[in-house]
């Protein structure tokens, strides 16, 4: 059975820092995509940052590009999002998500989703 559970999330001050996790098991993660996504109240799921199976070719969306970053171990089969400089608008669920299919961002491309962890960014 694939599982993902995203830990790490809470309530921070805008310009703290976060680190989420996402411990995977149930499939071989090395052969699979990783990718985080998250969701405001009222809004659509969008895909926040992911790092590709093969390659571990990393994806970041405009607005979190040099304030984020994603990485993998392989080893401990988990995936790890540091985020700093955390703004208001970042508040939100954030969820993992996994696929077979390389080098994709496109959340109907993801099958397999963590429960989400809350992050609140306090303004």
């Known amino acids: 059975e694939v599982q993902l559970v995203e830990s790490g999330g809470g309530l921070v001050q805008a310009g703290g820092s976060l680190r989420l996790s996402c411990a995977a098991s149930g499939f071989t993660f090395e052969d699979y995509t990783i990718g985080w996504f998250r969701q405001a109240p009222g809004k659509e799921r969008e895909g926040v940052s992911s790092?590709?199976?093969?390659?571990?070719?990393?994806y970041y969306r405009d607005s979190v590009k040099g304030r984020f970053t994603i990485s993998r171990d392989n080893a401990k089969n988990t995936m790890y999002l540091q985020m700093n400089s955390l703004k208001p608008e970042g508040s939100a669920v954030y969820y993992c998500?996994?696929?077979?299919?390389?080098?994709?961002?496109?959340?109907?491309?993801?099958?397999?989703w963590g429960q989400g962890t809350q992050v609140t960014v306090s303004s």
């Open positions: 790092i590709s199976r093969g390659d571990d070719g990393t």
């Open positions: 998500a996994a696929t077979a299919l390389a080098d994709t961002t496109w959340r109907g491309d993801f099958g397999s």
